[in-house]
């Protein structure tokens, strides 16, 4: 009887969390104010995974939101994973699933109490089913416990490389004919702006399969079996120095050949013009991205470092309201960033480090500002998994984390506008090791 009182609240704990799911799906959908989910064409979702993945800071698949809203039929409810719903509530102003939940307890309970009377009475009728069913499980698998159950079925997969400077062809060897399973796809973890998620169902009489990655960047191929992870490869995909790329406000992290910007020619500084990007045929939206990215081995511990760099984002630049400065490290196990804006629209000003992060939705966060008429400077000390962050000398954060960072393999600063940027130097307090680039 207990084992059936722990299924009845697992049971009773899932059809909640759908319920808690399918509200954050309705407030989602309410703040875009497009025309209704049901009528979205692949673009939207495609958008709409590039909105939240910018807000959150947390990569979101076109292809989960279409699972999340019905559009790819998968089971009577898709639960998905944890990431999934942190990035989901965040993108609504939340610090988290579990922030969202509990501020929207009093809505579920509403939502509840709006039940029908032949809905309870029909609920009523299927309990007493409902019981019969469960202990019927639980006196199956209570007479099968000494038998040993089979977790997994056998298949191997390796890479042949894993870093390589672009275009870098990675080649996955597999061999996947010993199992059963017809739902195992391999995801390289990259968002092609016309083909959308690389996304392959490897071929059970074949036994490799090469992918080329042609964008710089630090990628985790994922194999799966349906939401099932079976194995995970990290891909450093290294750069030939420093990419940048022009986005619109609506395409935050597409990268790609026909938006990538020209060798820069500013001495001094990494900076494009508005009238240079259009002198390179580039068109420039009202509203746009600059974005600049390097990856590489630096070889610089991301637990103990120091980072220095200074900028500018001003409106005789390119700039545009509310204008920002963005920093995202990337590391061997985590991404690190933060998120610094000029007075008054603190509400987007963010930091994540290790497993901590902080948002303006829900923080004073006024002390992480610039000035954009001015030069700033951020300054980072990373000792031991301490952290100390200052802004044109005033310290504006002091906190700490659990999970090892691992190296640093990239960098990526972008501001919202053309924005400046004067150097950045990054230094291993352990080794000495030093990267410097002042864009002379």
């Known amino acids: 009887m207990q084992n059936l009182f722990k299924v009845l609240h697992i049971v009773q704990k899932g059809m909640i969390e759908q319920d808690y799911l399918n ?40 292809h989960t939101l279409k ?13 998905p994973q944890q990431a999934t719903k942190n990035a989901l509530s965040k993108f609504l102003g939340y610090a988290s699933w579990e922030d969202f939940v509990k501020n929207n307890k009093e809505n579920i309970y509403k939502k509840e109490a709006a039940v029908t009377t032949k809905n309870k009475r029909n609920l009523l009728y299927a309990i007493p089913l409902l019981i019969v069913a469960i202990v019927f499980v639980v006196y199956s698998v209570k007479s099968k416990e000494h038998k040993k159950i089979k977790v997994e079925e056998p298949f191997l997969f390796a890479l042949k490389d894993s870093v390589g400077t672009v275009p870098f062809t990675v080649q996955a060897n597999y061999d996947f004919s010993k199992n059963s399973s017809d739902s195992i796809y391999i995801d390289y973890d990259f968002k092609h702006p016309v083909m959308g998620d690389q996304i392959i169902k ?36 290294m750069s030939k120095g420093w990419n940048s790329y022009l986005t619109d406000e609506g ?51 991301g637990d103990n470092f120091t980072l220095k760099t200074k900028f500018k984002n001003a409106k ?13 490290l990337y590391c061997e196990n985590n991404r690190n960033s933060i998120k610094l804006m000029e007075t008054g629209c603190s509400q987007f000003s963010g930091l994540k480090f290790g497993e901590n992060t902080i948002n303006g939705s829900h923080e004073n966060l006024s002390d992480f500002k610039i ?29 700490n984390y659990t999970n090892p960072n691992g190296n640093i393999v990239g960098v990526e600063n972008s501001f919202k506008g053309s924005g400046m940027l004067d150097y950045l130097k990054i230094k291993d307090l352990t080794t000495g090791t030093t990267y410097f680039n002042d864009f002379d």
Not at 372 to 399: A, D, F, R
């Open 251 to 301: 395409y935050i992290g597409r990268y790609w050949m026909d938006n990538k910007m020209p060798k820069n020619t500013t001495k001094g500084f990494l900076y494009y013009s508005p009238d240079e990007m259009k002198q390179n045929g580039m068109k420039v939206p009202p509203v746009y991205y600059l974005v600049n990215r390097i990856f590489k081995k630096f070889n610089i511990d």
């Open 67 to 79: 699972r999340l809203f019905g559009k790819i039929k998968y089971k009577e409810h898709y639960n």
């Open 202 to 237: 490897p071929d059970k009489n074949k036994f490799a399969y090469n992918f080329t990655y042609q964008i710089p960047g630090y990628y985790q191929m994922i194999v799966k079996d349906n939401l099932d992870t079976l194995k995970t490869k990290n891909i450093l995909a």
């Open 316 to 328: 005789a630049f390119g700039g545009i309201t509310c204008y920002d400065f963005i920093l995202r």
């Open 371 to 399: 000035n954009p008429e001015e030069w700033n400077t951020l300054y980072i000390k990373v000792h031991k998994k301490n952290v100390k962050v200052s802004v044109n000398n005033i310290v504006i954060y002091t906190g």
């Open 23 to 62: 509200y954050c799906l309705s407030q989602v959908e309410k703040k875009l104010n497009w025309r209704k989910s049901s009528l979205w064409k692949e673009s939207d979702f495609i958008k709409l995974a590039d909105t939240i993945s910018n807000t959150s800071e947390i990569s979101i698949s076109p």
